[in-house]
């Protein structure tokens, strides 16, 4: 785990994928892993080159996350570290096997509760936005303004902002019930 304060309270679990993330930019490599994206409300992989990407790539996001164009984007000429649930990290090894880079790139999955559908989500974040206006600037499934066992759901627009505990939110509600 990191000993970074700061990266302690952007990471959902300690820290440690963003200090080897960081220590493989440090040595050449690229970084592939999941951000949110504000524009289509669902979260994809994206390629980073330097540390500033980290931090929108830091947190649990408990979502689907569409890998096709970051894969597609793979050069035999580079290495990557490549951060995932176990579905992706085995797919994506699957499509770097296949294109023979398996061996440039470094594989790194976490534990997986499972992700919500995107219609359960769609709906959600309607209702959040119905809510608090927009356009959304950010949303932060663990956001940890209450320490890290009170976990919030915390989304920002221009003009409001919503927060609830994981245990009192309707999207949490529902994902940890394992319905």
Not at 1 to 16: F, I, K, Q
Request: charged letters at 25%.
């Amino acid at each position: 785990s990191s000993t970074d304060p700061e990266v302690l309270n952007m990471c959902s679990s300690g820290g440690a994928v963003y200090e080897l993330s960081r220590f493989c930019l440090a040595h050449g490599m690229s970084v592939i892993g999941a951000v949110y994206d504000m524009n289509s409300d669902r979260v994809k992989h994206i390629e980073a080159d330097c540390e500033g990407s980290l931090a929108e790539m830091s947190g649990s996001k408990y979502l689907p996350s569409y890998t096709v164009d970051a894969l597609k984007g793979l050069k035999k000429t580079s290495r990557y570290i490549f951060i995932g649930t176990p579905c992706q990290v085995y797919g994506a090894r699957m499509f770097a096997r296949a294109k023979c880079m398996e061996d440039d790139i470094v594989f790194v999955d976490f534990f997986c509760h499972g992700n919500s559908s995107l219609t359960l989500w769609d709906e959600y974040i309607s209702g959040i936005k119905s809510l608090i206006g927009l356009p959304l600037r950010s949303v932060i499934f663990r956001c940890k303004d209450r320490g890290w066992h009170d976990f919030l759901m915390n989304i920002r627009s221009d003009s409001g902002v919503y927060s609830r505990s994981g245990y009192e939110d309707d999207f949490y509600t529902l994902f940890l019930s394992d319905a």
